[in-house]
């Protein structure tokens, strides 16, 4: 079909987005400073446009010739998009001021819940899920898209604004109410879309970026047929710029052709995760610009710049032009690689932050234009790099190695469910809907302070181990004061659930500086996972068999999961990561073996990641999730049946993997269900599940404290669902990001809920 804007100019080199947080998190502690009423609206805006423009001008000079904008949020992205269609949920509508009204949908106030959280496709990114009801009424407001532009415009850069497809927000948005599914209200989306491309056209926008990664994906039905159509009807708009639909995060197969039948002017399509073939195939293609995603965007290792130059190369006559770029936004990697003064050399030539990233598009852009040699150092570089890594005999540990090969089933398999959880009633004698938390407790100042104290050696290892060790006593000592029958140590050593394991982990580095967003201002430093990992020693023995010392109640043993630890990381691209997961397995199995002998006698092996690294496609998944539930079994298998099992998921749509964390055959799930009201344990009754279960009864993402009779309704929805036997009663996940006054008011609210249904039901 032919386009109204093949005139448009033709880009060479670009991104299909940036992260927003800031290079040193300026905009995480802006945002904060505002919740904390430090940081004025206007102190805010200024923080941001300042980041936006230094990122602008970053990719200008790294040679990028075409600059996404309005890739920028104080929160997130589809957040961002329901402002932009005016479909916040009807209960913040009250709210008059914009800011505060687009804050309390993302992290609620005292009386506003927020926005259930779930994760972005098959990324550690956590997403606002948008609620459209019958009686939602979309209209435009692209306020925010447009401002960004015009301060683009006003520097000199010519923008290409991003937004996400009608496709991709309405695929991922839920229904509430007697609402239809969302993918139905599309006809009502395609109009202001259509509108927004006359309001870009005005600003002078020339091209125009619709992200749709949900069509490489099976999320709904039909998908190839609703591509074709949407975009038939968008790209119809005779006075719009020219429209680029970008797919990522995998291959979008027959919504490729689809999309190539209408007359959008550029597709971007992911080659990392994607096949060239599928562009190879479709004629239509000839007629666009195909923006080729051969730098990973959501990796960190080095480009092989041969390689992705033959995939050019490949592609040179199936597009009508083509582009380079990163496979997806660089949201997902580190900033850069300047910041890493004590990186390991060998290691550092190995890697690719985005600043790296943006100049291998760059250097690839040049070399498919002006040929190989016009490159020559950069291609030259990149061998000698990758040559070093493939010889580095840090890779591989023969030892891991032949002890993996030697695991049988019986490795990997507990006695029966129903025998274990009478012996551990007998052991640890708790009352029906014992309460527990389910890890970390708040990260003091006085935690911060001693942890940055021992970085610059102000102080000595033993001095740090001794105010962690009056932290653990804090904790404990609150604990039985609020009246938990279940204790935790709270983590006070543990930087984060990850990297504080990866630290301690042979076949890991860990960064200084390398901060990605998960969601909102939460920020982590993913460790990078090299090589084959062991553990050197008991990396959480001394701090819990001290937490037990102080009390009579049981404390729990609080481990990470295999399939957790390896999706929170970045991850060795030269073994299938099943591999690493069973290595990491290994290492968690040797740590519950030493816990046990101890005399631990509950452990918690959190696996929040499960659902997070399900792939995209529907004939993937099975295999996925059969080595992803053997990992989890191999590290919690090596252990007594009397010693309980725990395990713990959180902020992900568990519908898909119900099945397997039954197969997890852990003696108790806690799991999200506070912003879902219980939805998930209906799930869990399908799927047969009959261990333990701990729903969330409260949301600890969000500030507002719940009363004991809205724990006391949740638990009353709980026990319609679950016997009393078998409930749990605990938050949704960790207290690591909520203050001290919250996490004691919130839990002396869940303990009184439990006591009152608990006497309800003597």
């Given at each position: 079909?032919?386009?109204p804007n093949?005139s448009?100019?033709?880009?060479?080199?670009t991104?299909?987005g940036t992260a927003r947080i800031?290079?040193?998190r300026?905009?995480?502690?802006?945002?904060?400073g505002?919740?904390?009423?430090?940081?004025?609206?206007a102190?805010?805006d200024?923080v941001a446009?300042?980041?936006?423009?230094r990122?602008w001008?970053?990719l200008t000079?790294?040679g990028?010739?075409?600059?996404?904008?309005n890739t920028?949020?104080?929160?997130?992205?589809m957040?961002?998009?329901?402002?932009?269609?005016d479909?916040?949920?009807?209960r913040?509508a009250a709210?008059e001021d914009p800011l505060?009204?687009?804050f309390?949908?993302a992290?609620g106030?005292?009386d506003?819940v927020p926005?259930?959280m779930?994760?972005?496709f098959?990324t550690n990114?956590h997403?606002l899920?948008p609620e459209?009801s019958?009686e939602?009424?979309?209209?435009?407001?692209?306020d925010?898209v447009?401002?960004?532009?015009?301060?683009?415009h006003?520097?000199g850069?010519?923008a290409?604004?991003?937004?996400?497809?009608?496709?991709?927000?309405?695929?991922l948005?839920?229904?509430?109410?007697?609402g239809?599914?969302?993918?139905t209200?599309?006809?009502d989306?395609v109009?202001?879309y259509a509108?927004?491309?006359d309001?870009?056209?005005d600003?002078g926008?020339e091209?125009v970026q619709?992200?749709?990664p949900a069509?490489?994906t099976d999320?709904v039905?039909?998908?190839?047929?609703?591509a074709g159509?949407?975009?038939a009807r968008?790209?119809?708009?005779t006075?719009?710029p020219?429209?680029l639909v970008a797919?990522?995060?995998?291959?979008?197969?027959?919504?490729?052709?689809a999309l190539?039948?209408t007359?959008?002017?550029g597709?971007?399509?992911?080659f990392v995760?994607?096949a060239?073939?599928?562009?190879?195939a479709?004629?239509e293609?000839?007629e666009k610009?195909v923006?080729?995603?051969v730098?990973?965007?959501?990796n960190?290792?080095r480009t092989?710049?041969?390689r992705?130059?033959?995939t050019l190369?490949t592609l040179?006559?199936s597009?009508?032009d083509?582009?380079v770029?990163?496979?997806?936004?660089?949201l997902h990697?580190?900033?850069?690689?300047?910041?890493?003064?004590?990186?390991?050399?060998?290691l550092r030539?190995?890697?690719?932050?985005?600043?790296?990233k943006?100049?291998?598009?760059a250097?690839?852009s040049?070399?498919l234009r002006l040929?190989?040699e016009?490159e020559?150092?950069?291609?030259?570089?990149?061998?000698?790099a990758l040559?070093m890594?493939?010889?580095?005999n840090r890779?591989?540990?023969?030892?891991?190695r032949?002890?993996?090969?030697?695991?049988?089933?019986a490795?990997?398999?507990?006695g029966?469910?129903?025998?274990?959880i009478t012996e551990q009633?007998l052991?640890?004698g708790?009352?029906a809907l014992?309460?527990?938390t389910?890890?970390?407790y708040p990260?003091?100042a006085?935690?911060?302070?001693?942890r940055?104290?021992?970085?610059?050696r102000a102080?000595?290892?033993?001095e740090?181990?001794r105010?962690?060790r009056t932290?653990?006593a804090?904790v404990?000592?609150l604990q039985e004061?609020?009246g938990l029958d279940?204790?935790?140590?709270?983590?006070?050593?543990r930087?984060?659930m990850?990297?504080?394991?990866?630290e301690?982990l042979?076949g890991?580095?860990?960064t200084?500086?390398g901060?990605v967003?998960s969601y909102?201002?939460?920020c982590?430093?993913?460790?990078?996972?090299?090589?084959?990992?062991s553990r050197?020693?008991?990396m959480t023995?001394?701090w819990?068999t001290?937490?037990?010392?102080?009390?009579?109640?049981?404390?729990?043993?609080?481990?990470t999961?295999?399939v957790?630890?390896?999706?929170?990381s970045f991850?060795r691209d030269?073994?299938?990561?099943?591999?690493?997961?069973s290595q990491i397995?290994?290492?968690?199995?040797?740590e519950t073996?030493?816990l046990?002998r101890?005399?631990?006698g509950?452990i918690q092996?959190d696996?929040?990641?499960?659902?997070?690294?399900?792939p995209?496609r529907d004939a993937?998944k099975?295999?996925?999730l059969?080595?992803?539930?053997?990992?989890?079994r191999?590290a919690t298998?090596g252990i007594?049946?009397?010693t309980?099992?725990?395990?713990h998921l959180c902020y992900s749509?568990?519908?898909e993997?119900?099945?397997?964390?039954?197969?997890?055959?852990?003696d108790?799930?806690?799991?999200?269900a506070?912003?879902?009201?219980?939805?998930?344990?209906d799930d869990l009754?399908?799927a047969?599940f009959?261990?333990?279960?701990?729903p969330?009864?409260?949301d600890?993402?969000?500030p507002?404290?719940?009363?004991?009779?809205e724990i006391?309704?949740?638990l009353?929805?709980?026990?319609?669902a679950v016997d009393?036997?078998r409930?749990w009663?605990?938050?949704d996940?960790g207290?690591?990001?909520?203050?001290?006054?919250?996490?004691?008011?919130?839990l002396?609210n869940?303990?009184?809920?439990a006591?009152?249904?608990?006497a309800?039901?003597?």
């Open positions: 079909m032919s386009s093949q448009a100019r033709r880009f060479t080199a991104t299909l800031g290079p040193h300026e905009c995480k502690r802006a945002v904060e505002y919740w904390a009423d430090r940081v004025t609206a102190g805010l200024t446009a300042d980041l936006r423009r990122s001008e970053e000079a790294a990028l010739d075409s600059i996404p904008v920028f949020s104080y929160y997130d992205h957040l961002d998009t329901a402002v932009m269609l479909a916040l949920p009807p913040v709210i505060d009204r687009y309390a949908a992290r106030t005292a506003i926005l259930e779930t994760k972005w098959d990114y997403y899920v459209i019958s939602t009424t979309f209209t435009l407001h692209p925010k447009l401002a960004e532009v015009a301060q683009a006003g520097t850069i010519a290409r604004p991003v937004v996400i497809g009608p496709i991709t927000f309405l695929a948005a839920k229904a509430v109410g007697d239809p599914a969302p993918i209200r599309i006809d989306l109009p202001l509108e927004l491309l309001r870009l056209a600003a926008v091209w619709f992200d749709e069509l490489v999320v039905g039909g998908l190839p047929d609703l159509s949407v975009y968008l790209s119809g708009v006075r719009r020219a429209i797919t990522y995060f995998g291959d979008p197969g027959d919504s490729l052709a190539a039948r007359a959008v002017e597709i971007a399509v992911d995760e994607g060239v073939e599928t562009v190879v479709i004629p293609l000839s610009l923006v080729a995603g730098v990973d965007g959501r960190i290792w092989d710049l041969d992705a130059l033959a190369g040179l006559g597009a009508g083509l582009a770029s990163t496979s997806c936004s660089t990697v580190p900033y850069s690689l300047a910041e890493e003064d004590l990186l390991d050399p060998n030539g190995w890697l690719a932050f985005a600043s790296e943006f100049g291998e598009v250097t690839l040049r070399a040929g190989r016009a020559t150092e950069a291609f030259d570089a990149c061998r000698a040559a890594r493939g010889t580095d890779l591989r540990d023969n030892a891991v032949d002890r993996l090969a030697a695991i049988s089933d490795d990997v398999t507990r029966d469910a129903a025998i274990r009633n052991r640890l708790l009352p014992p309460t527990t389910i890890g970390s990260q003091t006085a935690i911060r302070k001693a940055a104290a021992l970085r610059s102080i000595d290892r033993d740090y181990l105010r962690m932290e653990i804090d404990v000592a004061k609020i279940v204790l935790v140590h709270g983590e006070p050593e930087n984060d990850v990297q504080y394991f990866a301690q042979d890991f580095f860990a200084d500086n901060w967003q909102g201002t939460r982590v430093r993913p460790p990078i996972l090299f090589g084959d990992v050197r020693a008991p023995v001394d819990i001290y937490a037990q010392s102080l009390t009579d109640k049981p404390v729990k043993g609080m481990l999961g295999p957790t630890i390896l999706a929170w991850v030269d073994q299938p990561v099943s591999e690493s997961a397995a290994l290492a968690i199995r040797d073996v030493d046990e101890t005399g631990v509950i092996v696996e929040p990641a499960l659902r997070e690294l399900l995209l993937d099975q295999a996925y059969d080595w992803a539930v053997r990992a989890f191999l298998s007594a049946d009397t309980q099992v725990h395990t749509e568990f519908g993997v119900i099945g397997a964390i039954a197969a997890l055959d852990a108790v799930t806690s799991i999200e506070a912003r879902s009201h219980m939805e998930v344990l009754n399908a047969g009959a261990n333990g279960v701990g969330g009864v409260y600890i993402h969000s507002r404290v719940p009363d004991a009779g006391e309704r949740l009353s929805s709980a026990l319609d009393v036997q409930l009663v605990n938050p996940c207290l690591k990001t909520r203050d001290t006054e919250e996490v004691v008011a919130s002396t869940m303990v009184a809920a006591r009152t249904v608990r309800s039901l003597s």
